[in-house]
């Protein structure tokens, strides 16, 4: 059974900084990409930042510079870590292994003064 649990989400000021993680179980972590995914009230989900088995990042431009994508296989988890967080970063974040339907429930993030 494969499991997603994402979590570090909270409310933070704007200017603020957050590690977001996602733990992944039953599923060949250290052999697939991953992705960190956002979902915005009204809008649909959007790619956030990805990284390769090997290391390699791909960011949204609009969160590159403030953002960095990382993982280590021998814990199963993925972080995002965000800087200089805006009002329109707030969504709820999910990761996502790549080319796969597996979600996990997503952590909120919010940001206002």
């Known amino acids: 059974q494969v499991q997603l649990v994402e979590s570090g989400g909270g409310l933070v000021q704007p200017g603020g900084s957050l590690r977001l993680s996602c733990v992944v179980s039953?599923?060949?972590?250290?052999?697939?990409?991953m992705g960190w995914y956002r979902q915005a009230p009204g809008k649909q989900r959007e790619l956030v930042a990805s990284i390769s088995r090997g290391g390699s990042t791909i960011y949204a431009n609009s969160v590159k510079g403030r953002s960095t994508i990382s993982r280590d296989d021998a814990k199963n988890t993925v972080y995002l870590q965000m800087n200089s967080l805006k009002p329109e970063d707030t969504a709820v974040y999910y990761c996502n292994p790549a080319g796969t339907r597996y979600w996990g429930q997503g952590t909120q993030v919010t940001v206002s003064e």
């Open positions: 039953g599923f060949p972590f250290r052999l697939s990409a």
